[in-house]
């Protein structure tokens, strides 16, 4: 794993009690996720229609390559954090990219929003049509069975989401968190990302996001609001020999 970059001067991060946060997706399948998980004690990962994502214990195991292919089979697309080094023979690079984890600070003051509405399996169909027209991240059938999806609504219509992803223990995940264009420069993201927050810290964790780091736009806002900066990573989606 790549060191933790230091925390921006805008703030000062908490990291006494954020080691889990270096392989999130791990200590949230091994810990309040660990129902969903696919997998045994070396690699893991959700079911395809809940989350993408693939989670390692340790990339200094060098059974690790193995164990993957064994877990998604071959000639399979996969997304890889926080893994920036070669890639074993017969394994394809589809793409890479840089981004950010931000952590809540004291200075984040969430509070509930009486307008967002809670988001269910009724919902679905909105939620992904939403998703698909913003492109905040991956989304899928059953993602909102990972913790509590929120939104506004104009006219009937969901115009705005966001809600609770990855869930390490002492921590949740706040994602998918999109605006349709013609409801932004309203504040709907901000005042459902505070939302979400409350609830986080309601139930004694500490709220955390991930952002691409090419979107300055995204991490300026959450800065804002009270988060910053803990750590720089990398993502890649590689694809795993054979076909």
Do not use: C, K
Request: charged share 25%; no cysteine.
């Amino acid at each position: 794993m790549p060191d933790a970059a230091p925390a921006t001067a805008l703030s000062d991060a908490p990291h006494a009690d954020a080691t889990v946060l270096d392989n999130a997706p791990w200590h949230a399948l091994t810990g309040p996720h660990a129902r969903f998980a696919i997998g045994g004690d070396l690699v893991r990962r959700y079911p395809e229609d809940v989350a993408p994502f693939v989670a390692v214990r340790t990339w200094d195991d060098p059974g690790v390559w193995d164990a993957l292919i064994d877990l998604v089979g071959p000639g399979t697309e996969i997304g890889l954090s926080g893994y920036d080094g070669g890639l074993p023979a017969g394994w394809e690079l589809v793409g890479q990219g840089a981004g950010v984890q931000l952590v809540e600070t004291d200075a984040l003051q969430p509070r509930p929003d009486a307008e967002a509405v809670l988001l269910g399996e009724s919902d679905v169909p909105e939620m992904l049509a939403i998703v698909e027209r913003n492109q905040p991240g991956p989304f899928r059938p059953r993602t909102y069975e990972l913790g509590r999806y929120v939104g506004f609504r104009r006219e009937g219509r969901l115009v705005a989401m966001a809600g609770e992803r990855l869930h390490p223990e002492g921590w949740t995940e706040i994602s998918a968190v999109a605006v349709d264009a013609d409801h932004r420069r309203q504040g709907l993201a901000s005042r459902l990302v505070l939302d979400v927050a409350f609830h986080i810290q309601q139930r004694g964790d500490r709220a955390l996001l991930h952002a691409a780091a090419t979107n300055v736009n995204a991490i300026t806002a959450y800065e804002r609001l009270g988060f910053a900066l803990r750590r720089r990573n990398t993502f890649s989606a590689v694809r795993t020999p054979g076909s």
